[in-house]
């Protein structure tokens, strides 16, 4: 996935003024296999997203927000 910084830091700053943080949820380790891992690219905003608003309730969400880092990790571009 590529994307230049300057797009990143408006999707980030719009991405922070989302007004509550609350418990949501998150796509368990099996759904972000299927649907997530083979086309990464197509769902760069909504892990963002999950990133900067979503709060874990349970371990299991604590995980699942780990895996969504380490996808957006990989997968992430920048370019000028």
Same mark, same amino acid.
């Given at each position: ?15 922070? =003024?989302?007004?509550n ?11 972000? =296999? ?18 900067? #608003?979503?709060v ?5 969400? #604590? ?5 969504? =880092?380490?996808?957006?990790?990989? =997968? ?5």
């Amino acid at each position: 996935m590529k994307i230049t910084y300057e797009a990143y830091d408006r999707l980030q700053e719009e991405l922070e =003024n989302v007004p509550n943080k609350k418990p949501a949820w998150l796509p368990t380790e099996d759904e972000l =296999n299927t649907y997530v891992i083979p086309a990464p690219e197509k769902f760069l905003d909504f892990l963002l997203w999950l990133t900067f #608003t979503a709060v874990p309730a349970t371990d299991e969400g #604590t995980e699942s927000l780990r895996a969504i =880092n380490r996808i957006l990790y990989e =997968n992430i571009i920048f370019v000028d």
